[in-house]
């Protein structure tokens, strides 16, 4: 293993410590870890643009409910960014407009300096700010086709931002008929609960989830105004992502699911006490 050092100078002008990034590798897979077993994400040294991870290549599964004509449109975000792997191929393979907002500094030059990831230019920019703080920002409102929210720190117990008033600004940074995609994983982590929030900001018929990964990671699709089609469409729409793009589309149609039962009842207890008031 090997560890990437880097500090920063809070607002106040004092030194700012950060959980530093660590790499490691195995069978040709470079791994980024926040100095601990947890994996951060993961690069395959052969194939740097393959999305390495099953999770991470189901964040992507936002590409279902795009229009194949303007799939990759637009700006995509991402909201943690890990190994740099949705952000290198948003940039690279679908050539979108990419945005990746990451509050470690040594995760940023971990990146730069292991992960193939480029200097920023006109297609990408990389900004080392708090994601909370960032979607709360007027100025990046309804500016996303795409966000994808991935945050955790070194523990990797739960998000480290999952409360409504946070997913209602991740609803604001998105345009008209975006989409985001959010991964739900952690000992401490409560989908029904994480859920709830989501579908409370972006209304039960816009927020479907993937059947959980083997270790437990579970992506959930939420859409600004979505309107889903006929399944002729998505498996079309899933057979040209399979075919442009290598990426297990049709597995995907087959895991996703809408909002379980007990996520609605959920929905419309709250909804009931909320009108008695």
């Known amino acids: 293993m090997s ?9 106040g002008g004092r030194q700012a410590e950060w959980v530093e990034a660590t790499l490691s590798e195995f069978d040709g897979v470079r791994f980024l870890h ?9 690069m395959r040294l052969k194939k740097p643009e393959k999305l390495e991870l099953e999770y ?7 590409m279902l409910w795009r229009d194949v004509r303007e799939m990759t449109q637009g700006q995509a975000v991402q909201l943690g960014l890990g190994a740099g792997a949705l952000t290198r191929f948003c940039r690279k393979q679908l050539k979108m407009k990419t945005t990746a907002v990451e509050i470690n500094p040594t995760v940023i030059s971990a990146n730069r300096h292991w992960f193939h990831l480029p200097d920023d230019d006109e297609r990408l920019r990389v900004v080392n ?3 909370g703080a960032w979607v709360a920002d007027a100025a990046n409102w309804g500016n996303a086709q795409v966000l994808n929210v991935d945050l955790y720190d070194h523990e990797a117990a739960a998000p480290v931002l999952d409360d409504e008033a946070f997913y209602a600004d991740c609803h604001r940074v998105l345009a008209d008929g ?13 989908f029904t609960r994480s859920a709830s929030r989501i579908a409370k900001v972006f209304g039960s018929d816009q927020v479907w989830h993937l059947t959980p990964t083997r270790e437990g990671n579970t992506i959930v699709v939420a ?4 309107t889903v089609p006929e399944r002729e469409v998505l498996e079309q729409r899933a057979a040209h992502i399979e075919a442009r ?3 297990p589309a049709t597995k995907w149609l087959k895991l996703v ?5 007990n996520v609605i009842h959920q929905l419309q207890a709250a909804a009931a006490v909320d009108t008695d008031h």
Not at 4 to 11: G, I, N, P, Q, V
Not at 56 to 62: E, F, H, L, N, S
Not at 223 to 226: D, H, N
Not at 257 to 261: A, Q, S, V
């Open 129 to 131: 700010e708090d994601a």
């Open 223 to 226: 859409g600004r105004g979505v």
């Open 3 to 11: 560890k990437h050092r880097d500090s920063k100078k809070d607002k």
């Open 56 to 62: 991470v290549q189901r964040m992507m599964a936002w």
């Open 178 to 190: 975006g989409l985001m995609t959010v991964n739900l994983f952690g000992r401490s982590a409560s």
């Open 34 to 42: 926040l100095d601990s077993i947890w994996v951060q994400g993961a």
């Open 245 to 247: 793009h290598d990426l």
């Open 257 to 261: 699911r809408p909002l379980p039962m």
